[in-house]
Every structure is written in structure tokens, then in C-alpha cells.
């Protein structure tokens, strides 16, 4: 919080800090900053609110930085009369998160991930072959790219069989998507071209949706910067309440 502000904006930041860390199940620091005035929060109006954030941690889900800045918002007056700020109408914003690859593996074997990792159906020729995602693993490069290893079981025909891969990645930028440079399968024998050529399909359309949905927040990623174990997103996203993480 700035030393500059006012009353009413400490008041109002500090106690958006707190109820902003109980959704969180660990927090290292979080600074909320609600740009405003005692005239303005009664017509349900702030100019900004703007939260930074560092080892924010929710569902064994960990970032290391995020900060975000929301311009003209719309927040419920009577909310700030029991002490909360609630977003009156949903607002647009782009936030900048950095995450460690050891975060995002740890993320990626978390309960919380594993139940949305839900079974996939390829179409191979016209038969549907099953897709059960087991584990992925990533590791950030200094080159700017990334690669993905990953283990999954095929059911074909009600024959199940493990199939191991890596791949390797370019990240998303402004002006390209995230393209795959290179897929290996490491282990299944038997597996069929057409069954690969599939799979490497889904892979893309997986890594290229063009929103994701967490809780309260619709987001897309615009940007990905990729270095030594560290990967820094900018990600659109549209709030109807401020972020638990």
C-alpha cells in the first residue's frame, strides 16, 4: 500500500489483503492497493485496483509472482460496509504471473490437476481409441522452449497399453501459438502411426484452447517467456471478483 493514501483506501486495501490471503492456504506477501474516495465507494465506483502477489499458494497450486493492475472499477457499496470489496460487474485485466518449474510439476501431480486431467477420445479412422492422461512433466529451457514428457494409456479395441512420450515445445507468443517442434514416443510398442498422428493432434488442440476457466476467472494466455527453469505468462483475463491465486 502506498504511505499516500487515504483512510478510506488503506482501509479498504488492508482488508482486501485479508480476506484475499484466507482464500489462500499460504501466502510469503500480498499488497493490495484500492484507488478510490469516500464519495466514489458510495456511488460503487474505484478508479483501480492493483494486487501484487508472492508464493501464493491454493490446492497445492504455487505461484511465485503475479501482479495485476484493474482500471474503472464497479464494486458493490454495501460490501464495503461489512468490511469486503466485491466487483460489482466483471472487469477485464492482464496480469503478469511467473511460475518455477518445480512449481508447475508439483502442480501437475496435485489432486486438484489430476481430476481435471479427464479421459480423452481420439478418432483413428473412424474407431474411437480411449486417452487416459497418467503423469506430465515439464522442464523450462534456456533456448526459450520447453519439454514435455508424459505417460498415458491407450485403449484400443479394449486393449489397454501404456504409451511414453516427449515432446518439444515453442512457447505462445503475441504473434504465434505454441507450436510442437518434436514428439517422440519413448515407450509402446505396437502403437500404429495413425494412433500417434492422433494423439499428437490432441496434444495441440489441448495446448491451444483458447480460454481456460479457474473458480470466478476466464483467462487466456497471450504471452509465454521461457528461461532456465522459470516461465513468466502475461494472461488476459476477465474477473467477476478479485483472484484467490
Do not use: H, W
Not at 20 to 28: G, P, R, Y
Not at 133 to 156: A, C, R, S, Y
Not at 218 to 235: G, P
Amino acid at each position: 500500500m502506498s504511505e499516500e493514501q487515504r483512510i478510506e483506501e488503506q482501509m479498504l486495501s488492508q482488508e482486501a489483503e485479508r480476506q484475499l490471503s484466507k482464500q489462500l492456504d499460504k501466502v510469503e506477501k500480498v499488497d493490495v492497493d484500492v484507488q478510490t474516495d469516500l464519495l466514489k465507494i458510495f456511488q460503487g465506483q474505484a478508479d483501480g485496483v492493483s494486487v501484487e502477489g508472492q508464493g501464493l499458494v491454493k490446492q497445492d497450486i504455487r505461484v511465485q509472482e503475479i501482479k495485476l493492475q484493474i482500471d474503472n472499477v464497479a464494486i458493490n457499496p454495501l460490501s464495503v460496509l461489512f468490511g469486503q470489496l466485491e466487483l460489482n460487474q466483471p472487469v477485464n485485466t492482464t496480469a503478469r504471473i511467473v511460475l518455477t518449474e518445480a512449481d508447475i510439476n508439483r502442480a501437475l501431480t496435485s489432486d486438484f490437476v489430476r481430476s481435471k486431467m479427464q479421459n480423452f477420445e481420439l478418432n483413428v479412422d473412424g474407431e474411437i481409441v480411449g486417452l487416459q492422461p497418467q503423469e506430465i512433466q515439464i522442464n523450462l529451457l534456456d533456448n526459450g522452449k520447453m519439454t514435455l514428457t508424459g505417460k498415458v494409456l491407450l485403449t484400443e479395441k479394449a486393449n489397454t497399453r501404456p504409451l511414453s512420450f516427449t515432446a518439444l515445445v515453442c512457447p505462445r507468443t503475441e504473434y504465434k501459438p505454441i507450436m510442437l517442434e518434436n514428439f517422440n514416443c519413448t515407450q509402446g510398442e505396437g502403437i500404429s502411426l495413425e494412433v500417434v498422428v492422433a494423439l499428437v493432434q490432441k496434444i495441440k488442440e489441448l495446448v491451444n484452447l483458447p480460454y481456460l476457466k479457474y473458480e470466478n476467472t476466464v483467462f487466456s494466455i497471450r504471452n509465454m517467456e521461457v528461461q532456465k527453469a522459470i516461465m513468466t505468462l502475461l494472461v488476459d483475463a476477465r474477473l467477476t471478483q478479485l483472484p484467490s491465486l
